[in-house]
Every structure is written in structure tokens, then in C-alpha cells.
């Protein structure tokens, strides 16, 4: 027996894409709200990296690789070991699961499911135009930095015209 997924609808496909681009921006976010932006240089520096390719990551809202990702993870563990980056709030530890609050969950459940829904019950359920209506300030934030394709912010924002339409403020 096949377990063949439906296509989802190119309104969804767009929907998927801007939301790994948000979840990215988040996770970016998280990370980085714990410590200075001098420390990029540092980070850059010891994970073997251009001084400025953590910033660049960052300021690009890059989808960077795993090997990647794990670099500047261990970088970032051997600078606050060696007390050479502090964290904002000191009392709580960097860990992986810090990083991923609940809003970062809920847009990867979202990315996680796009494939079995349907966009014309999504679109009339109330926590789904929630959901939706408070990822627009990310959004918006992207597409201003020119990080969202036009197709994605066209795809992203007729949705969010559907919610309003459906009643969804």
C-alpha cells in the first residue's frame, strides 16, 4: 500500500516556503537576541569562518547548512566556555531547545502538516487565521529585506486578503 501524499495547492507550496524562510529569521532570532552583535565576529572567527559570515547568515536570513549550523553551535559553546561571549540573561543556559519557542513550534507543526491540508478549510478556521495573521509582521519584515520571493509575498498576502475576507482580523 502507498503512502502518496497529495500535491498541496501552489497557494500552500508558497505558503511552506515562506514559512521555513520565517522559521529560519526565528531560530536566527532566538540565538542571536542572547548576546551582543560584536560577538559575530568571534563567532565567525572561531567556527573557522570570515569574520563576517555569521553576520552575513544573519542579516541574509540564510537557510544555512546543518555542517554549518553545527560549527557556529560549537563555536558559540567554546567562546562561552572560554568567557569570551556572555550571554544577556546569564541565569539561563544556551541550549538547543531554548531556541525553539513556541511560536518557532507552531510554524514548524504548520510546515510539518502543509502537505494534508486543504486550503479552503484552512482559511475559515479561526486558529489558522490566527496563525497566520501573526506571522504578517515577520513577513512583512522579510519581504522589506527583499528575502521573500515576489511569488511568495503575492502567495503569502492573497492568503492573508482570504482570512480577512473570511472574517479573520
Known sequence: MSHRRKKPDQYLLALQSVLNKIAVYKFF???????????????????????NNFNRAFNTNENIRLSTLLRYWRAIQQLIHDGELTLGDEDKPLTFESLIDDELTE????VNKINEMRLEEE???RDFQHFLRGL???????????????EEANAFYSLIEKVKMQGGK
Open 29 to 51: 532570532s532566538n540565538l542571536t537576541a542572547r548576546f551582543s552583535k560584536m560577538s559575530f565576529i568571534k563567532i565567525s572567527v572561531q567556527s573557522g569562518r570570515a569574520e
Open 107 to 110: 510554524i514548524l507543526d504548520m
Open 123 to 125: 482559511v475559515e478556521d
Open 136 to 150: 504578517e509582521v515577520y513577513a512583512t519584515s522579510l519581504s522589506k529585506r527583499g528575502l521573500l520571493l515576489q
